[in-house]
């Protein structure tokens, strides 16, 4: 049962699949789980960084700039502002955000959910048709978008039926983002939406055909931070994280930017992010943390040696295991580190983690990193449920945007020996 949406835009929570589509929906009895019934997952992460006193820490990074949890605030709180008081955006209204991994996309990100807007986040590469159809399809009526990637987007704009209103980041016009938040306030009244308030629609490459959206409740925002970053990544306020994955795939949003926010640690957002940069900005930056594919970290065991990785401490990767000769090549020192399967797109029935802890790789399958605990004698195991289309009986006047299962909040856990028996309750 939903609890009463705080949205006025209803569009969002009329368009969710029926419950019988549903899988079961549950806390397991995890305290890292028991959220309020109202709250706003970017207040959470931004806001309480600086009830905490992160804000004069590091937060956002990029070469040559360092903005700190209190510049990130202000500048989050301003662009909530125009989107209120200059766009007219009401709470539950779709944004379209396009831009590359940079700080001034992720204040965006977080300007939408702090207005009360849903996060529509989209990838550089996308052309006027690709931007048309997830324009329409979530009926999006304001973008906030990179100047250097105008073209695509006011060709979008013409096809369009719905987009209403653009406004251009990293512009020097008097009616770009920075001008108009020059005369806001930085301060603002965050609006808190109802926890299964949806936060934000990922939509997929659109390889295999039109692309799917997914939708992404608060709770299910800050899930994916109380749960496999806390028990398995453990992430340290010194920590430097980084990648290659773009802030429109939830592996990157999650892996790049929620995570080290969620933990006091900061991020460094890289526009151009192949294997030679990736493993540049390790050295340079002295990055702990990174997430990138399985492709990337082949190439990059191959270079390694031509840099100095000695801060690197975990890689995060996605999809498929990597060979002992990869995991051996990106190794500094000792090889002693983790390589785990996070993120949010697609989230497979069993899900296989590589370890090494001073041996051999161990492969655990049926384990859950998202799930607290770290027990070696047993694991947790998800029946991850969600279609990853709309199921059979589906309106068709309805928006295809599958209820995906993504955080523990949403799957329904057993325990199991690590040979993939039950566990027997005790």
């Not at 806001?47 to 605030?73: F, H, K, M, T």
């Not at 299910?220 to 994955?245: H, T, W």
């Not at 090549?329 to 983690?353: C, E, S």
Request: with cysteine.
């Amino acid at each position: 049962m939903l609890s009463p949406s705080v949205y006025q835009d209803g569009f969002a929570r009329d368009n969710l699949p029926s419950p019988e589509q549903w899988p079961v929906i549950t806390d397991g009895g995890l305290p890292e789980l028991a959220y309020p019934a109202r709250f706003n997952a970017a207040v959470e992460l931004l806001d309480r960084a600086i009830d905490q006193g992160w804000g004069n820490r590091p937060c956002l990074r990029a070469p040559g700039l360092v903005w700190s949890y209190a510049e990130v605030l202000e500048r989050a709180n301003r662009v909530a502002g125009v989107l209120v008081n200059e766009m007219g955006l009401r709470s539950g209204n779709r944004v379209l955000l396009r831009g590359a991994n940079n700080p001034m996309m992720a204040v965006c990100w977080f300007a939408v959910l702090k207005a009360g807007g849903i996060a529509v986040t989209t990838m550089p590469l996308l052309r006027a048709r690709e931007l048309t159809f997830i324009l329409d399809k979530a009926k999006v009526e304001f973008a906030l978008c990179d100047a250097a990637l105008s073209g695509e987007l006011e060709a979008a704009r013409e096809k369009s039926r719905e987009l209403k209103r653009v406004v251009y980041f990293h512009s020097v016009a008097s009616d770009g983002l920075e001008a108009l938040t020059a005369h806001q306030n930085p301060r603002f009244d965050n609006v808190i939406p109802a926890r299964d308030d949806v936060a934000l629609i990922a939509f997929t490459s659109g390889t295999t055909g039109q692309a799917k959206g997914t939708m992404h409740f608060h709770s299910d925002v800050l899930a994916i931070c109380d749960c496999f970053p806390r028990s398995i990544l453990k992430p340290e306020p010194d920590d430097i994280f980084s990648g290659s994955p773009p802030l429109a795939f939830t592996f990157g949003l999650g892996g790049i930017l929620l995570f080290p926010m969620r933990f006091g640690a900061s991020t460094l957002l890289i526009e151009r992010c192949a294997p030679p940069e990736l493993l540049q900005a390790i050295q340079d930056h002295r990055l702990s943390t990174i997430f990138t594919a399985p492709t990337a970290y082949r190439a990059m065991a191959d270079l390694a040696k031509n840099f100095d990785i000695s801060s690197l401490s975990k890689c995060v990767s996605a999809g498929e295991h990597l060979s002992r000769r990869h995991l051996r090549g990106l190794a500094p020192g000792d090889g002693n580190q983790d390589h785990r399967r996070a993120g949010l797109d697609r989230t497979p029935a069993h899900l296989r983690l590589i370890e090494r802890r001073g041996g051999a790789p161990r492969r655990h399958r049926q384990a859950d990193p998202r799930l607290p605990g770290d027990d070696r004698r047993r694991r947790y195991a998800a029946a991850a449920g969600g279609p990853s289309r709309p199921a059979r009986g589906a309106r068709p006047d309805r928006l295809p945007l599958s209820r995906q299962c993504r955080a523990a909040a949403q799957i329904r856990a057993r325990r199991l020996e690590s040979d993939g028996r039950r566990l027997s309750n005790g």
